[in-house]
T-cell receptor, first 114, second 113 residues
Framework: NAGVTQTPKFQVLKTGQSMTLQCAQDMNHEYMSWYRQDPGMGLRLIHYSVGAGITDQGEVPNGYNVSRSTTEDFPLRLLLAAPSQTSVYFC?????????????FGPGTRLTVT | SQKIEQNSEALNIQEGKTATLTCNYTNYSPAYLQWYRQDPGRGPVFLLLIRENEKEKRKERLKVTFDTTLKQSLFHITASQPADSATYLCALDGMNRDDKIIFGKGTRLHILP
């Protein structure tokens, strides 16, 4: 198993541009989520999904869109990039949303918006 | 609002000693508490889970305690090694599907040789 994969590893965007961060898992996990990690802020939940076709907002959803058309893929779209979205983004998956299952994290995407 | 705090930004421990990290929380009744390890430039990796009805959990040199009255978890690494140097995150999870998983900011641990 490859686990959770994320692409790209690094990205530089100009303010106002849009892009999609890709996330895929090959473990048939029901639950997938996106976090951003900023210095001094810890991991903050952006959006999550409990299954194909079902998504919901986390703590900091503004400026981001998600969709879950398959179990495997959970892309994160930045609509109009802003410098405040400069961060490291992690995708995670776990077998179920409830039950205390461990989350498997991807390697992260480091995004800089200038 | 829900709050989770981890002790100090960095902790320096001499090799061979026990490192103890703290996770405190307020306005949350977690059913589960998890600890993760994160190395620079990498995603967090799961270490241990403890349930609300468990007082203590062990895995090799790791031990976690959970006190729901104090709203606190302690994470111990015994016989610490330089390879244990990393950032350690605690995370709270509820029982219900709508509960949000929240992470602490992490504690950076340095094991000094």
């Amino acid at each position: 198993n490859a686990g959770v994969t994320q692409t790209p590893k690094f990205q530089v965007l100009k303010t106002g541009q849009s892009m999609t961060l890709q996330c895929a898992q090959d473990m048939n996990h029901e639950y997938m989520s996106w976090y951003r990690q900023d210095p001094g802020m810890g991991l903050r939940l952006i959006h999550y999904s409990v299954g194909a076709g079902i998504t919901d907002q986390g703590e900091v959803p503004n400026g981001y869109n998600v969709s879950r058309s398959t179990t495997e893929d959970f892309p994160l779209r930045l609509l109009l990039a802003a410098p405040s979205q400069t961060s490291v983004y992690f995708c995670a998956s776990s077998p179920r949303r409830t039950g205390g299952y461990e989350q498997y994290f991807g390697p992260g995407t480091r995004l800089t918006v200038t | 609002s829900q709050k989770i705090e981890q002790n100090s930004e960095a902790l320096n421990i001499q090799e061979g000693k026990t490192a103890t990290l703290t996770c405190n929380y307020t306005n949350y009744s977690p059913a589960y508490l998890q600890w993760y390890r994160q190395d620079p430039g990498r995603g967090p990796v799961f270490l241990l889970l403890i349930r609300e009805n468990e007082k203590e959990k062990r895995k090799e040199r790791l031990k976690v305690t959970f006190d729901t009255t104090l709203k606190q978890s302690l994470f111990h690494i015994t016989a610490s090694q330089p390879a244990d140097s990393a950032t350690y995150l605690c995370a709270l999870d509820g029982m219900n599907r709508d509960d949000k998983i929240i992470f602490g900011k992490g504690t950076r641990l340095h094991i000094l040789p």
